[in-house]
Every structure is written in C-alpha cells, then in structure tokens.
C-alpha cells in the first residue's frame, strides 16, 4: 500500500532532516498502514469481538438512530442481528418497544438488557410469527451476510403491514479504497470491513437500490457515509484539522456516495399505493 500512497500523493521532500532522497512523510505512512490493518484485521482477538459502536455523527448507527429517534414513544421496533446491542444502547430511553434477531449467542446475552426479547437465530431461521407485527424494523449491516438477501427481504416485507418502515445499511463494494485495491491487484478479504470475509454478496449504489424496489417499498430517505477515519487514526477524533478532514469527507461522501460512501443507508416503507 505504501507504494499506491506515493502514487496517490506523490513524494514529499523533508527540508528539516533531509537527505538525498525524497520520502514519504511519516503521518501518511502511519495513515495507510492503520487503513491497511482496518481493512485486514486478523488476529482473533479482534474477529471474536461484537462489532464496535460508531460514535461519530456520521457514522451508519448514528444515523439510523436520527432517524428511529423521529417515531414516537412506544414505536414497535425489530433490530435485525443485534449484534451486542449498538442499536438498542443508543435507543435507551427513547421508550421503545425494541426485538432482536441474533444467531451469536454471547453476542444477545450481551444485547439482552436492551431489548425486550431477542430471538436467537438467524433471519431465515426465525418463524413468521416472530417476524409479524413491527412498526419499524432495522437490518444494519445483515442482507450482505445472507445467501440469498432478496428473498429475505421480500419475505421479511410481505410479513409486514402496510405502512411498515424498515431502515437497511450495506457496504458499498465500489468504494474509492476498494477501487484503487483492485487497481493493484488487490481483493483480500479481511475480517472486518467492506471484504468482510464473512460477506456473501456486495453491493454498488444502484444493486442496493434494486433490491430495494425489488422489495415492492418506496424508498423515503438514502444515504451514505464516509470511511470511518476516527476508528483508523485518533488524529481524526482529536485534531481540529482531522475532525475538519473527516467532516469534508463526509459531505463528499454524501454527494458523490457511488465512489466515497462506505456504507449506504436507506429508509423504505411498505405500501400498495404505487
């Protein structure tokens, strides 16, 4: 990767302890290298963890939370594959009514005080019974995991009421980081992030948006979020200029999601009405 950042920023010349060769600035080459262990985390002790809770205002829980925090009080509400519980910890308080799905079972004890009952299974395994009856029901990072996420989603509709929300978050596959991978060569699957190895489908802005109208729901809100800089480098949480960087990125991100977004989220809602 060093040598697609010296292609992507060129050579910086160090005046200050300078030798006869150009290099690379430190920070740009600790930069890439966190990217690079973002995007291959191996070691176990890591990929038998819950997925970590995104803190910062971009990222894709705290926008699925802006967006369940708009339902009134009491709202009936499905997390599809809980994980450890990132979305019922940032709903508490809000008096929802809040069920999980999650096949991992340390993953739903450590969720279960979030939420009313978690079904311990994964989505295809789960009965229609437990499936009927939502008001809104979030799949956050889940249809990419599933062997065949247009049938689990049509399936997980026609279950519904009309009128029924569901907000659903996936990687984009097109992203500018995987891009300039492949541009090298390069697409190994790592186990966290967008080649998650655990992923069976991938997903561009217009497949995802497919699969939405697939579905038979009108699609109400659509976004996308930037690369998680702050879990990359603490320079992007506690450096004015990082927190400025990773902002621009943002709104970039937004504007332009088929090449900067790292995840696209959509809210759709079930209806007969075309």
């Not at 009965?127 to 062997?147: K, N, S, T, W």
Request: aromatic share 12%.
């Amino acid at each position: 990767m060093v040598s697609l950042l010296r292609l992507c920023f060129g050579k910086i010349k160090r005046r200050s302890y300078f030798t006869e060769d150009y290099i690379l600035h430190p920070f740009l080459i600790s930069f890439v290298r966190r990217i690079d262990k973002f995007y291959s985390m191996k070691n176990t002790e890591i990929s038998d963890l819950p997925y970590i809770d995104k803190q910062n205002r971009w990222s894709s829980h705290h926008q699925i939370f802006l967006w369940l925090d708009q339902y009134p009080a009491g709202t009936i509400i499905l997390d599809v594959g809980t994980a450890s519980g990132s979305i019922g910890r940032l709903c508490q308080g809000k008096d929802f009514q809040i069920y999980g799905i999650e096949p991992h079972t340390e993953w739903a004890r450590l969720a279960s005080p979030y939420y009313q009952e978690i079904f311990k299974a994964t989505l295809d395994e789960t009965p229609d019974q437990f499936l009927r009856g939502y008001q809104v029901i979030v799949c956050a990072d889940v249809l990419e995991h599933m062997p065949d996420p247009d049938r689990a989603l049509a399936r997980l509709v026609d279950l519904q009421s009309n009128g029924t929300d569901l907000i659903i978050s996936v990687p984009n596959i097109a992203n500018l980081w995987v891009r300039l991978n492949l541009l090298f060569g390069n697409f190994t699957y790592t186990d966290r992030g967008i080649l998650d190895r655990t992923h069976l489908r991938f997903f561009t802005q217009k497949t995802f948006v497919d699969l939405l109208r697939k579905s038979g729901c009108r699609i109400q809100r659509f976004t996308a979020t930037p690369i998680p800089l702050d879990l990359i480098h603490p320079f992007f949480q506690k450096n004015k200029l990082g927190i400025l960087m990773l902002t621009l990125l943002a709104n970039i991100s937004q504007r332009i999601p088929t090449v900067f977004g790292y995840q696209f989220i959509a809210l759709i809602r079930k209806s007969t009405n075309e």
